[in-house]
């Protein structure tokens, strides 16, 4: 329902619908990009490189970005975009938003270690959001899906962290 109010109301310029799905592409690869090169920064001007949180950091990118795609094939759902321009190519690949899930990964892992940045990374992820569903790449429920495996993602690889980290030390 609230998907047909966007489609209606920008259906008269469906390029816009492009600058939306840019932006958030934008906003996803560009907060990732940015994050590594603050963390590479802060880590040469401390002279301390921490591994552990570039490897979780890495492992949940990774996993938010494989366990998407292999949802996106083992479940197909048609995206918005395809459903109501129906002449246009027939994607099937809704289902769940990888933007959001690798975007609410990296917020809420940077939250655990670095509070204040990872406010800001959670606002961005909910931007990145609210523009896939906007440019009609996704369906609400795709988004929100996307969001909270992202969360679940970052709160696996933190347990799996400390984890790993206890039983390195009991040694």
Known sequence: ???????????????????F???????????????YIFWI?????????NKIFFIEL???LFIAFTLTGWLKVTFP?????SYYFA????L????PSRHTAIASTLAFLVLSSYFELGAGFVMVSLLVGILRWVSLMHWPIDVIVGW??????????NEITKFLIKLKYKK
């Open 92 to 95: 099937f690949d809704s289902f």
């Open 21 to 35: 799905s840019l932006t958030s592409d934008f906003l996803v690869y560009g907060a990732v990009a940015f994050f």
């Open 1 to 19: 329902m609230f998907t047909d109010i966007i489609y209606n109301a920008f259906k008269k310029v469906p390029h816009i619908f492009n600058y």
């Open 41 to 49: 920064f802060i880590s040469f001007k401390q002279k301390k490189f």
């Open 87 to 90: 002449g246009s190519e027939q």
């Open 77 to 81: 759902e048609i995206r918005p975009i």
């Open 148 to 157: 909270f495996m992202g969360m679940l993602i970052a709160i696996f690889v």
């Open 58 to 60: 890495t492992l949940g």
